[in-house]
């Protein structure tokens, strides 16, 4: 199936989901400084699949931040969009996505972008099995193509703020089949994206994985050896590239991630982290150590403030 097709066939094209309709309605507003220039609900780590409530949990936290009374006016979706690609059977995995694409299509009213997460990932867990590197599905690329992005990282323009969406994950020998940071053809290009983006534009960065989280040390038991160890599969292991990289660029204003089901606020050398917590909390089954369903709030302005809020929502029972 070419992409067109498979556009058509998921009805995601009448959505305008791909990222080239966001960057046509980009418009530099006539705003002054203090100016509130753009409002975005950020949907993290929503994990849909079959069973658990998930698929009326997805719906009512679209339904919950599209019916707010001040209405963003962006979905930023922050990957883990499925239960599990990594180690999951094909068959599981389709019927994952296919929940994915139903609850989009019935849901999503407003425009968006799409982030790719771990699980998003198929078999990088399973390989050596027989089969899982030869499937079609395997990697990224499937993962990709039901997003509708031709790219795992990418940057487009809105309201006056310069988006950069990046792809957190390398495949890894670890336990988890990844780890987290850019390889150098990813960070080649944010060097370039980043020094072509007018200084006076303020830079939102979205990733899925956080580049700099205080969270990161809860997850987990990871004093046990009498340091702190927190895993490359947690948090950005090229965190500190990244971080003088931003230094060189002051217009860099705030970084929004997700992954770790936790919510933190960490503002370190100038730039904002945001770990937005989960939609699904605990993989729908209530919270994640303190943090329940959530998505955040952030409102952008012209000077390159932002204010930010978790909005927590119920998920309908099961
Ligand atoms: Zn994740």
Known sequence: MNRRSFLQQTGRQALGLAVLPLAAQAAAPAATSRQRVLRAAHLTDIHVQPGLGAPAGMAAALRHAQGLADRPDLI????????????NPRESVLEQ??????????????????????????????????????DALYGKTSALERLGLK????SFDRAGWHFVVLDSMQIDGSNQGYIARLDEAQFAWL????????SATPVCVLSHIPILSAASFFDGDLATTGNWIVPGAWMHIDARRIKDLFYRH???????????????DVTYL?????????????????????????????????????????????????
């Not at 060097?191 to 007018?198: F, G, Q």
């Not at 959530?294 to 029972?317: E, K, L, N, S, W």
Request: negative net charge; proline residues 6%.
């Open 76 to 87: 930023l979706f922050g990957g883990d969009c499925i239960g599990d690609a990594l180690e």
């Open 270 to 318: 100038g730039v904002r982290y945001l770990c937005n917590g989960a939609v699904c909390g605990g993989w729908w089954k209530g919270k994640n150590q303190q943090f329940g369903p959530a998505y955040a709030v952030i409102d952008f302005y012209a000077d390159g403030r932002v204010d930010h809020q978790m909005v927590t929502f119920t998920p309908p029972p099961v």
């Open 151 to 154: 790219s795992s990282f990418y």
């Open 250 to 264: 002051p217009n860099v204003k705030v970084c929004l991630s997700g992954h770790l089901h936790m919510e933190d």
């Open 191 to 198: 060097e370039h994206d980043l020094a072509t983006t007018p």
């Open 97 to 134: 996505w296919a929940v994915w694409d139903r609850v989009l299509a019935a849901e999503l009213h407003l425009p968006a972008c799409q982030c790719l997460g771990n699980h998003d990932i198929f078999g990088w867990k399973m390989r050596g099995r027989p089969g899982v590197e030869q």
